[in-house]
């Protein structure tokens, strides 16, 4: 049971270029989202998904698409970076659906560092 | 959409010291979960606690929904307990958000 796994752990890129970063869980959570982390402000939620084929904003989505086409997979697309987007990347899962369980709980990624130069 | 401060943001205790962390949210939540951040930066979550008391070896939490504050308490600190420590809440009606705050930072010296 590997939890939430992410991929790269580290990229550089140059303004301009774009990646994905990949998110795949295997808890069956339908729950999965992505965060970024800058320093001292704590984690902002950048986009969530409740299940396949559903989407929204958190609350910086500006410059990042996602797509759920599985439940698995939760991938954050960047179109063109901007150095702004430097930051640690970090996708986390839970079940959804269960207002007043343990089973609520978010479950995190280990993160992925991006620096856009 | 939902407000979350912690307090302090920054602590350093000596070895075997005891500290209460502090989380205030501007409105009722359905979800409160507290989770430590390691110094390599692993997220691991610590108590799922929207209302009432939880305990965990020498960590427990309390959250006063009605007063809007959660309280962690840690005891006899070690200085594998250093790291960052974050509340995140939610309100549905704000949509399925967790919201973390800035986080407290704790250093443990020996």
Request: glycine share 0%; hydrophobic share 10%; charged share 10%.
């Given at each position: 049971n590997a939890g939430v796994t992410q991929t790269p752990k580290f990229q550089v890129l140059k303004t301009g270029q774009s990646m994905t970063l990949q998110c795949a869980q295997d808890?069956?959570?339908e729950y999965m989202s992505w965060y970024r982390q800058d320093p001292g402000m704590g984690l902002r939620l950048i986009h969530y998904s409740v299940g396949a084929g559903i989407t929204d904003q958190g609350e910086v989505p500006n410059g990042y698409n996602v797509s759920r086409s599985t439940t698995e997979d939760f991938p954050l697309r960047l179109l063109s970076a901007a150095p702004s987007q430097t930051s640690v990347y970090f996708c986390a899962s839970r079940r959804w659906g269960q207002k007043h369980s343990g089973a609520n709980v978010l479950t995190f990624g280990a993160g992925s560092r991006l620096t856009v130069l | 959409g939902i407000q979350v401060e912690q307090s302090p943001p920054d602590l350093i205790l000596q070895e075997g010291a005891n500290s209460t962390l502090r989380c205030n949210f501007s409105d009722s939540v359905n979800n409160l979960q507290w989770f430590h951040q390691n110094p390599w930066g692993q997220l691991i979550n610590l108590f799922y606690i929207p209302s009432g008391t939880k305990q965990n070896g020498r960590l427990s939490a309390t959250t006063v929904a009605t007063e809007r504050y959660s309280l962690l308490y840690i005891s006899s600190?070690?200085?594998?307990?250093?790291g960052v420590y974050f509340c995140a809440v939610l309100n549905m009606e704000y949509g399925n958000k967790l919201v973390f705050g800035a986080g407290t930072i704790l250093r443990v010296k020996s």
């Open positions: 808890m069956n959570h | 600190s070690q200085t594998t307990d250093s």
